[in-house]
């Protein structure tokens, strides 16, 4: 398996300063990468050693899977901080990488535009239900609790990660790691 992936952008899909950020590894939403501009367009080759795409992912206990949801939306509010606003960034499955061991989740930049934060919340619902495909020792229940959190779509974030490392803490009392 390759330990990188090159990401091609045309001018303007990238800002600069965000191209920085990548290139500084200072967005842990993001994995690291390295960029080169030429001939007008810029070229990110992300590190992806350790990482898998989430679509690769097997085998998975229900409690890896709230903590991969909750490590991402915690990884979403920091990146805040760094101007990348949630909603304009990509969460599709294909951009979604996962730590091989504990349950880092980063993406690879692509711009996007989602009109609100409700759209953003779909997004982080298929992740959930990619996840819940990769189950092995039962829990999809906890998932689908975790599903119906952002379907209501009326908390921020931050509760919505707090309710989600609720029920982590649930699952692995029952025993569900």
Request: charged share 30%.
């Amino acid at each position: 398996m390759n330990d990188h992936i090159e990401v091609n952008y045309k001018s303007g899909d990238i800002e600069e300063f965000h191209k920085e950020l990548i290139n500084r590894s200072l967005c842990g939403l993001f994995l690291p990468g390295n960029v080169l501009e030429c001939q007008g367009a810029t070229i990110i080759t992300y590190s992806t050693k350790d990482y898998l795409p989430v679509t690769a992912v097997e085998a998975l206990d229900v409690c890896r899977a709230l903590d991969m949801i909750s490590c991402l939306m915690a990884a979403m509010m920091e990146a805040e901080r760094r101007y990348f606003f949630l909603g304009e960034y990509s969460m599709e499955p294909e951009h979604i990488y996962v730590s091989m061991e504990g349950s880092q989740v980063c993406l690879i930049y692509r711009k996007a535009e989602y009109a609100d934060e409700k759209q953003v919340y779909e997004k982080l619902i298929d992740l959930i239900e990619i996840l819940k495909t990769k189950l092995v020792n039962g829990g999809e229940s906890y998932l689908d609790t975790a599903a119906g959190y952002l379907r209501r779509g009326k908390s921020s974030p931050g509760v919505v990660r707090h309710r989600i490392e609720e029920l982590s803490r649930e699952a692995r009392a029952c025993r569900f790691e």
